[in-house]
T-cell receptor
């Protein structure tokens, strides 16, 4: 069945890199997404990657996709206190428009 | 930057009442969605809408739910007779190609 798993919590020091990991089960995923949710706010699209790509970089964000292991990661370089939020990984499968979300990883950035 | 807007931001209603949540998707997008997030749980897909009809729906989207695009801009979610377990944050989203953008959400509290 469809499932997306993430670790629940990550704590890093300001200025360090953060790496948030995600695993998914469906090999027919076409797009994989990272969203950020701050307290009481909506889901902000950070970046997404098409399944035929291995890597995508966008300023401080780097997404790595290992399709063989069904593993997706989001690296945030030079993490700032404003990056503290919940980060959701989501997959979209071929021939479907719905996203399957993980439970979210709460990132805490310590000054 | 174009954005998805939702109203109301918060609605409190009595069990059994009808509720309509409204959304204005991004203007050149063709695919529209509703998701919900019960407090502390995953973001769950409810329904997708394309070309004036439902293209996909989840098991959650039963006969109590309906969606409509009454004019060229609004996209609504109606819950006919609310139950306590309908209390959640409801997110509208729209997409063009790969990107999928969410609104800030409408928090529904059923008493």
């Amino acid at each position: 069945g469809e499932d997306v798993e993430q670790s629940l919590f990550l704590s890093v020091r300001e200025g360090d890199s953060s790496v948030i990991n995600c695993t998914y089960t469906d090999s027919s995923s076409t797009y994989l997404y990272w969203y950020k949710q701050e307290p009481g706010a909506g889901l902000q699209l950070l970046t997404y990657i098409f399944s035929n790509m291995d890597m995508k970089q966008d300023q401080r964000l780097t997404v790595l996709l290992n399709k063989k292991d069904k593993h997706l990661s989001l690296r945030i370089a030079d993490t700032q206190t404003g990056d503290s939020a919940i980060y959701f990984c989501a997959e979209r499968m071929d021939s479907s428009y719905k996203l399957i979300f993980g439970s979210g990883t709460r990132l805490l950035v310590r000054p | 930057e174009p954005e998805v807007t939702q109203t109301p931001s918060h609605q409190v209603t009595q069990m059994g009442q009808e509720v309509i949540l409204r959304c204005v998707p991004i203007s050149n997008h063709l695919y529209f969605y509703w998701y919900r997030q019960i407090l502390g749980q995953k973001v769950e897909f409810l329904v997708s809408f394309y070309n004036n009809e439902i293209s996909e729906k989840s098991e959650i989207f039963d006969d109590q739910f309906s969606v409509e695009r009454p004019d060229g801009s609004n996209f609504t979610l109606k819950i006919r007779s609310t139950k306590l377990e309908d209390s959640a944050m409801y997110f509208c989203a729209s997409s063009g190609a790969g990107e999928l953008f969410f609104g800030e959400g409408s928090r529904l509290t059923v008493l």
